[in-house]
């Protein structure tokens, strides 16, 4: 059973591009999370998402920043005119419902560098 | 948010057993306590979560005080594999004071393990 996959491992952008991060869940979860580590900094909520829904967003920059997890596909962070302060390891969690007695399974995470 | 402290380090030799402490005094009926790790590199991974009784699993047990404001995480026989960010976590109910879906870590203890 694979677990959850994010690509690319590594992305370098120049200020100003888009960042695109992909995360799929583990089969069978409809439940995804990202959340953002800064360097030399602690893992920061930013998103959770449920197939075709927002759940609760209180952790996204509010601009720049979006995300989305279809229907169908991955679930899919995009950042907009990257500046470097967006540097950071981003990482996936899934899980198969919110429930609190259910844990979140991680990807290893996008590293993203901004130039 | 019910918060969680810990100790910021800890040290063990391997082979020995190892007891990271949580408190959690302000922890509402409902909440789980999770516990999770991240090793250099990569991303979080579970451990262990519990509601009130004591909880065994293949990689670590969690001991959880009487009146709850308290946990230890326990692993019986560390390895260098073992050396790692533990997070101690308190993960709510919808509705209730504590955060619901999300994760939200604090600053965890670095285990260092000795060979």
């Known amino acids: 059973n694979a677990g959850v996959m994010q690509n690319p491992r590594h992305l370098v952008r120049r200020r100003g591009q888009e960042a695109r991060l992909r995360c799929s869940p583990m089969k069978g979860h409809s439940h995804v999370y990202w959340y953002r580590q800064l360097p030399e900094e602690g893992l920061k909520f930013m998103v959770y998402?449920?197939?075709?829904?927002?759940?609760?967003e209180s952790g996204m920059p509010k601009e720049r920043f979006s995300a989305e997890f279809p229907k169908e596909g991955p679930s899919i962070l995009r950042i907009q005119q990257v500046v470097r302060g967006d540097s950071a390891a981003y990482f996936c969690a899934s899980s198969p419902t919110g429930q609190s007695n259910q844990p979140q399974h991680f990807g290893d995470g996008t590293r993203l560098s901004i130039l | 948010d019910a918060k969680t402290t810990q100790p910021n380090s800890m040290e063990s030799n391997e082979e020995e057993p190892v007891h990271l402490p949580c408190n959690h005094s302000?922890?509402?009926?409902?909440?789980?306590i999770h516990w999770y790790r991240q090793l250099p590199s990569q991303g979080p991974e579970y451990v262990i979560h519990?509601?009130?009784s004591n909880v065994n699993n293949r990689m670590a047990s969690l001991a959880i005080a009487e009146d709850r404001k308290s946990s230890t995480l326990i692993l019986h026989r560390a390895t260098l594999r073992d050396a790692a960010v533990y997070y101690c976590i308190l993960r709510g109910a919808p509705g209730g004071g504590t955060s619901y879906g999300k994760l939200t870590f604090g600053q965890g203890t670095i285990l260092t393990v000795h060979p």
């Open positions: 998402l449920q197939k075709e829904n927002i759940i609760d």
């Open positions: 302000t922890i509402s009926g409902t909440d789980y």
């Open positions: 519990g509601l009130t």
